[in-house]
Structures are given as structure tokens and as C-alpha cells.
């Protein structure tokens, strides 16, 4: 099958082109398939956002090219083939959190009976069915990230791209929206990336881990993910779990070595 997304010798610098004041993202080549959950992992400042933005067509690269089902991301985001959700749930106050779910469709002109029956759809896949008549500040920071994923997934995008979604919050709902998550991607099928500064969260999460070194933002390896589905506390428990962990680790390790050997150079 053809990738969700292809990134081919992508190379984003700001400031003008004959002298850069900064390379964001350094030759980088990717291939994403179809139902994958690729984590993106590195040190900050190192690209992350920089390359899901690119993906999604929030920041032009400066070279190379950027294809999402097989067409320019450009097109890609044109066509509405892919939904995004930022550390932030950026929910609107003033509307329902079901009106909020509903945004998107409203906005490409869906019928409101239909776009009311998609939103209840959806607050049901999150479960926060029961919850369509509060208001973004009556819910805690979980379960507005949770109507975010809802509303992110409400016109059935074939891509989903998440900047540390659940980056705010404590340590145990952390964990539950991961087991949301990964309950949802199961249940939709849709392709996710996902940027992330955590080990455990990359690993237990995805079925590859995409490594990138610090600026400039290079993959220096990728590593499948052979945990079995679905997971749960156990498989947080298991011996293979803490093996891809130190795995992870080790691979960012690599990665600064490699960046301190080439300033040394």
C-alpha cells in the first residue's frame, strides 16, 4: 500500500536562504503506512513540532518534498484528510462541548443534523457521552483533551497529528489517555503521529519510534515497536517493555554523541 505520508529529504531553515540563522530539520526521509502510530522522540528543541507541522502543512519546508496520500500537503490539508491536536485543547468557552466537537463540520458546511449525529458519535468513542450540554471549564484536563481527540476526529480524517497532548497533565491521567488513545486508534484505524518527550509514553504507544538528534533535527534511527496489542498495565510490567525503553534510551544517547562528535569536528 502507498504511505500515508513520504517525506523526502526535507530540510526547514529560518532566516534568508544564502545565511540561515537556524536549521530546524536536517535531510529527513520518512515513510509512514497506513494504521501506524509513529512516535516522534528527541531532545527539545530538536525538530519535533517543527516536522509534524510540516506534515501538516503549518510550516513550508525549505527544500525537499512532502506527500499525504499522495499529494502535496498543501492539498492534504485543503482536502481536510488529517485532524491535529496540540498540548493545548484549545475548546472554545462559550460553546457546548458537544458544539465544540461539532466546530469542524459546521465549518465545511455539514448539515446539522448530520454534523449532531458525527459529534454524539464521537463524545461516545471518548466516553464523555452524557457530558454534550457542559462547558470546556467544567471538565478536567483529561476530558478536555478528550473532546479535542473528538473533535480532531469528527470528519474521520485518514491522518491524525498530536503535539504532546497529554504533556500537562499528572503522571496517572497520563497514563489513562494513553490507554484511551490507543482504544480509539484501534477502534478508527487511523494513521497517528504523535510528538512526545517520554520514553515510556513513545514505547507503550506506538508501533515505531522515530529518533531524532538535536538541532539540526535528524532521524538517526527508528525502531519497531514488537509489544503485542492490546496493551494494558501488564504490558507496562513486562520485561520486553523496560528492554525498548532502554533501547529508546540508548538511541538518544547515540544521537547527542553523534551531534557532540560532529561540533568537536
Known amino acids: 500500500m502507498a504511505p500515508v505520508v513520504s517525506l523526502k529529504s526535507v530540510h526547514k531553515f529560518f532566516g534568508p536562504a544564502e545565511r540561515p540563522t537556524t536549521i530546524a530539520l536536517k535531510d529527513i526521509n520518512l515513510e509512514i503506512h497506513p494504521c501506524e502510530f509513529i512516535s516522534l522522540i ?4 530538536c525538530g ?3 516536522l509534524l507541522r510540516t506534515i501538516g502543512d503549518l510550516v513550508e519546508p525549505s527544500s525537499g518534498e512532502v506527500t499525504v496520500n499522495s499529494k502535496p500537503a498543501r492539498q492534504a490539508r485543503v482536502n481536510r484528510e488529517y485532524g491535529m491536536v496540540f498540548q493545548a485543547p484549545v475548546l ?4 457546548t462541548v458537544l458544539k465544540n466537537v461539532e466546530l469542524p463540520l459546521e465549518i465545511m458546511g455539514v448539515p446539522r443534523a448530520e454534523r449532531t449525529r458525527r459529534g454524539r458519535e464521537m463524545l461516545r468513542l471518548v466516553e464523555l457521552q452524557g457530558f454534550e450540554r457542559h462547558y470546556p471549564w467544567q471538565l478536567s484536563g483529561g476530558m478536555q483533551q478528550r473532546v479535542a481527540i473528538a473533535r480532531a476526529l469528527a470528519f474521520r480524517p485518514a491522518l491524525l497529528l498530536m503535539d504532546e497532548p497529554f504533556g500537562a497533565l499528572d503522571e496517572i491521567t497520563r497514563e489513562r489517555m494513553n490507554a484511551e488513545l490507543l482504544r ?3 477502534e478508527t484505524q487511523t494513521t497517528v503521529v504523535f510528538v512526545t518527550h517520554s520514553i515510556p509514553e513513545a514505547v507503550f504507544l506506538s508501533s515505531r519510534v522515530v529518533v531524532m538528534s538535536a538541532r539540526p533535527g535528524r532521524i538517526t ?3 519497531p515497536i514488537d509489544l503485542p496489542y492490546p ?3 501488564e504490558t507496562r510490567e513486562s520485561p520486553r517493555f523496560f528492554e525498548l525503553v532502554t533501547l529508546v534510551r540508548e538511541a538518544l544517547r547515540k544521537s547527542e554523541e553523534m551531534r557532540e562528535d560532529i561540533e568537536l569536528r
Open 92 to 95: 472554545f468557552e462559550w460553546r
Open 221 to 223: 534511527e527508528i525502531i
Open 184 to 186: 480509539i486508534w484501534q
Open 48 to 50: 519535533k513540532s517543527t
Open 231 to 233: 496493551r494494558n498495565v
Open 42 to 45: 528527541g531532545p527539545s528543541g
